[in-house]
């Protein structure tokens, strides 16, 4: 079975600029996740889609938006891109419904770098 | 809010010995909990999940973890580490469905030879 991927593996922009970031979960997920990794600092939570709908924000500004499509694919776009936003970008999908002991599971990220 | 603490940001341990990784939790309810382990510039690979059935939870690699409701504790132990097992290890808590996985700050592991 096919884990959770993610696109492009690395991603170079410059200052200004705009970057998207593409997930697609394991098949039967309908939940999927964002998650921004900075170096020397932990997880920071960014998006929770379920169902196509966006679940819950991280404390994030606007800039960061994302959707989920029907297929349960997620993109991540960042506008107006600033030197802080390079970071390991993670994704993680899990099953929908009521299971609360259903765990994540994480693709291997991606990384972005602002120049 | 509902919180995640681990006590340790760096252990060093020397191969052969054991591992003790320390995590607190706070919650309001009976909550899910999980430890992840993430290698260098790598994604996140679970390797235990506390699920209410027993609350000594056995991983891979050899890892488990014992959840302690009076202490509010879920710490990850390994009997003798390996090499390998240097990496960051996150402990995660999910307060209740519908909430979000609430990660802990992550505690640095270093097997020395």
């Known amino acids: 079975e096919a884990g959770v991927t993610q696109s492009p593996t690395h991603l170079i922009k410059t200052r200004g600029q705009q970057a998207t970031l593409r997930c697609s979960p394991i098949s039967g997920h309908t939940s999927v996740y964002w998650y921004q990794q900075a170096l020397g600092l932990g997880l920071q939570f960014l998006l929770w889609y379920d169902e196509g709908e966006e679940r819950n924000r991280g404390n994030f500004p606007p800039r960061f938006s994302g959707r989920q499509f029907p297929n349960y694919s997620s993109e991540l776009n960042v506008n107006a891109l600033e030197l802080e936003d390079s970071a390991l970008y993670l994704c993680?999908?899990?099953?929908?419904?009521?299971?609360?002991?259903?765990?994540?599971?994480f693709g291997p990220g991606t990384r972005l770098t602002v120049l | 809010a509902q919180s995640v603490t681990q006590l340790d940001s760096h252990v060093s341990v020397s191969e052969g010995t054991p591992v003790l990784l320390r995590c607190n939790y706070s919650s309001s309810y009976s909550p899910s909990l999980f430890w992840y382990v993430q290698h260098p510039n790598k994604g996140l690979q679970l390797l235990l999940k506390?699920?209410?059935?027993?609350?000594l939870v056995k991983g891979i690699n050899g890892f488990e973890a014992e959840f302690k409701k009076s202490e509010t504790s879920f710490h990850l132990t390994k009997p003798s580490a390996h090499m390998s097992d240097a990496a960051e290890y996150f402990c995660v808590v999910r307060p209740a469905y519908g909430q979000n996985f609430v990660f802990g700050p992550g505690t640095r592991l270093s097997v020395l030879p």
């Open positions: 993680a999908s899990s099953l929908g419904g009521t299971g609360i002991y259903n765990e994540q599971f």
């Open positions: 506390y699920t209410s059935a027993a609350t």
